[in-house]
């Protein structure tokens, strides 16, 4: 339960609504509770119309019990006349009255908890999208996206069955409870000890049954998060599922994790089955017996004890029976909620490793770039990534990055962003430490693109000007020529407002790429990054955008991460990492003078271009 404490600041943000609601209650219950009262009275009346001495309980006793009634019931009751009839007449239009005021204030109370509820579920979910983009990319490479989204949509759903029908049932409860007992007291202290003498019964079930409850739910919540990441993988990649044939293998998967899902929630289902009837049977078992205690009283004369009185005491019963059986769905809830928000505090109380100082700076970026004795290894894998590398770029140049598949090409650019931190070493810009660098300023001035293209469920271009709000349609189809993309745009049928569909489903490798370059270059910044960008491109396409690029890039200093030699490109320096370090560095003549690793890359390239009929 101490993992609900993190909605207080929700219960105080909406104490109007709250305080409200639980005045709404208290006065819903208060008219509901009189109701026995006149029932009582009515029932006594009826009786004494009949007989003038019924079971040998007088009318001055029968008097003096109505004293124990509510201070409005009696104000009410004196108004009737002295006819019977006329009494039970006014008593039913009394009790319709009280019905409808009753039934008001249940409204009222419902348009504040429940109201109340949505504001949270809305408040939350945004806090806990905006704390996710917070987190760093580590988080992301060890967290599915699954589980992800099932903690912002099931989770928060259960918490708002907290927050809203719980916490309304249970205010409920203790104001149902509270009026019944107090009126139950006054009237017959005997009565309600026989009346509520199931309760510790039912409190000893309540507290088994909920522990139980709470670790079906907890393993349900589980199996839910595998669900729904087993679902969200198979539809991202059903391509490679169908090229590979195995739709069987994969529904007999998904299956699986569902079987075990229905397993478990028939378990928590049949728990429940038993606990709620065995309620029932509790409170059934306490009406019959005040029944006959009651009944026994009147036919025996004992002093105070009259039909009337039995009827009031059934009707606080059966009052009391949604409340006391509601409590354990109404606990039921709260343990899954406990459940849900114990999973979302997990990640909430996830401080991101990458993230910005007490005081950051926000410097105007010139396009210094320094790394210093940089040694950076992935946590999570232990890969040792980049190795005491150093380089340093100046104002206005452009750097190539080459080398093989997993030699740290992409790392470097990691590290650049700030994505992560390297464990030695200094990464920094114009001399400031990137550490210092606001991560929103920092990031808004440099243009980057990554190696695994990611496009929007969105048209063409709002992808491009994705990040740029202001950037016109001009400036969106300059980026877009530039990235040699506008012609095959300007065929769809739509042009730019065509939908990409899903990561860009609807468009082939190379466009999405040059789609996510004119994203880049349509912000024009002073530092730009390309990591292996244009590796779906063919080798005509690609010359065309270097050539694009070369304009592009005149006065701006640009770090190209590639796996390709451009001999057409004119770079002031080429750097050629293996395993994490620098081998070689130069310029492209210096480099195949060389006649080390960069000349052999040459060479090699060369040949496939040769033998390649698109070259």
């Known amino acids: 339960m101490k993992h609900l404490s993190s909605l207080n600041k929700y219960f105080w943000k909406y104490r109007w609504h709250f305080m409200l609601g639980f005045v709404f209650i208290v006065l819903t219950n208060y008219f509901r509770i009189l109701s026995p009262q006149l029932t009582g009275y009515v029932v006594n009346t009826v009786v004494h119309s009949i007989s003038a001495s019924p079971a040998g309980t007088s009318q001055a006793e029968i008097?003096?019990?109505?004293?124990?009634?509510?201070?409005?019931?009696?104000?009410?009751?004196?108004?009737?006349?002295?006819?019977?009839?006329?009494?039970?007449?006014?008593?039913?239009?009394?009790?319709?009255?009280?019905?409808?005021?009753?039934?008001?204030?249940?409204?009222?109370?419902?348009?504040?908890?429940?109201?109340?509820?949505?504001?949270?579920?809305?408040?939350?979910?945004?806090?806990?999208?905006?704390?996710?983009?917070?987190?760093?990319?580590?988080?992301?490479?060890?967290?599915?996206?699954?589980?992800?989204?099932?903690?912002?949509?099931?989770?928060?759903?259960?918490?708002?069955?907290?927050?809203?029908?719980?916490?309304?049932?249970?205010i409920n409860l203790a104001a149902v409870i509270g009026f019944s007992i107090f009126f139950m007291l006054k009237a017959s202290p005997k009565l309600t000890l026989v009346a509520l003498s199931p309760l510790p019964v039912l409190a000893i079930a309540i507290y088994f049954v909920n522990t139980i409850i709470n670790k079906k739910s907890e393993r349900i919540q589980s199996?839910?998060?595998?669900?729904?990441?087993?679902?969200?993988?198979?539809?991202?990649?059903?391509?490679?599922?169908?090229s590979f044939v195995q739709e069987k293998a994969m529904l007999g998967f998904f299956k699986q994790n569902s079987e075990a899902y229905r397993d478990n929630a028939l378990s928590l289902a049949r728990t429940e089955a038993i606990y709620f009837p065995s309620?029932?049977?509790?409170?059934?078992?306490?009406?019959?017996?005040?029944?006959?205690?009651g009944a026994l009283d009147v036919v025996r004369g004992v002093p105070g004890a009259n039909v009337g009185q039995i009827a009031e005491f059934v009707m606080y019963i059966q009052m009391l029976t949604f409340?006391?059986?509601?409590?354990?769905?109404?606990?039921?809830?709260?343990?899954?909620?406990?459940?849900?928000?114990?999973?979302?505090?997990?990640?909430?109380?996830?401080?991101p490793a990458i993230k910005n100082e007490p005081s950051p700076e926000k410097p105007e970026l010139q396009g210094n770039i320094s790394l210093t004795n940089v040694h950076f290894t992935y946590p999570h894998t232990g890969i040792q990534a980049l190795k005491d590398f150093s380089l340093q770029v100046r104002k206005g140049e452009k750097v190539a990055v080459v080398g093989r598949t997993g030699s740290g090409k992409s790392t470097l650019a990691q590290l650049l962003l700030h994505m992560y931190e390297p464990q030695q070493g200094l990464v920094s810009f114009d001399g400031i430490p990137v550490n210092r660098i606001d991560l929103q300023s920092l990031r808004n001035q440099i243009s980057y693109v990554p190696q695994d293209v990611f496009l929007f469920s969105e048209t063409i271009s709002n992808n491009i000007r994705f990040g740029m709000n202001e950037a016109t349609e001009d400036d969106i189809k300059k980026a877009a020529i530039q990235a040699s993309i506008h012609k095959e745009i300007t065929q769809f049928a739509e042009g730019y407002q065509?939908?990409?569909?899903?990561?860009?489903v609807t468009l082939s490798g190379g466009q999405k790429q040059r789609i996510s370059i004119a994203r880049a270059l349509v912000k024009d910044p002073r530092i730009v990054i390309f990591d292996d960008?244009?590796?779906?491109?063919?080798?005509?396409?690609?010359?065309?955008?270097?050539?694009?690029?070369?304009?592009?890039?005149?006065?701006?200093?640009?770090?190209?991460i590639t796996h390709r030699i451009f001999s057409l490109f004119e770079f002031d320096t080429i750097v050629v990492i293996d395993e994490g370090r620098i081998v070689e560095q130069g310029t492209h003549a210096e480099l195949i003078g060389q006649k080390g690793y960069y000349a052999d890359m040459y060479a090699r390239q060369q040949e496939q271009e040769r033998e390649s009929p698109s070259a």
């Not at 309620?279 to 205690?293: H, Q």
């Not at 354990?328 to 979302?344: H, K, P, V």
């Not at 065509?498 to 860009?504: A, D, H, K, P, Y």
């Open 63 to 170: 008097r003096k019990g109505e004293k124990n009634y509510d201070y409005l019931v009696q104000q009410i009751i004196a108004g009737f006349e002295e006819k019977p009839e006329n009494k039970i007449l006014y008593a039913g239009l009394t009790l319709l009255i009280l019905a409808i005021i009753s039934g008001f204030f249940m409204f009222l109370m419902r348009q504040t908890i429940i109201v109340m509820s949505r504001h949270i579920e809305y408040d939350q979910k945004n806090e806990i999208f905006n704390h996710y983009q917070q987190l760093d990319s580590g988080f992301y490479k060890t967290h599915s996206t699954g589980d992800l989204m099932n903690r912002i949509s099931e989770d928060v759903s259960r918490v708002r069955m907290y927050t809203g029908p719980a916490l309304m049932y249970f």
């Open 223 to 242: 199996l839910l998060s595998n669900l729904t990441t087993n679902a969200q993988e198979s539809y991202s990649g059903i391509r490679v599922i169908k």
């Open 279 to 293: 309620m029932a049977l509790l409170i059934g078992l306490s009406t019959l017996i005040t029944i006959m205690v």
């Open 323 to 351: 409340p006391v059986s509601a409590i354990g769905w109404t606990a039921s809830m709260t343990q899954r909620a406990a459940t849900s928000q114990r999973r979302i505090n997990e990640f909430l109380l996830t401080e």
């Open 498 to 504: 065509t939908l990409v569909g899903e990561r860009g």
């Open 533 to 560: 960008c244009l590796s779906a491109v063919d080798a005509r396409t690609e010359k065309e955008i270097i050539g694009n690029l070369y304009q592009y890039l005149n006065d701006k200093t640009a770090i190209i």
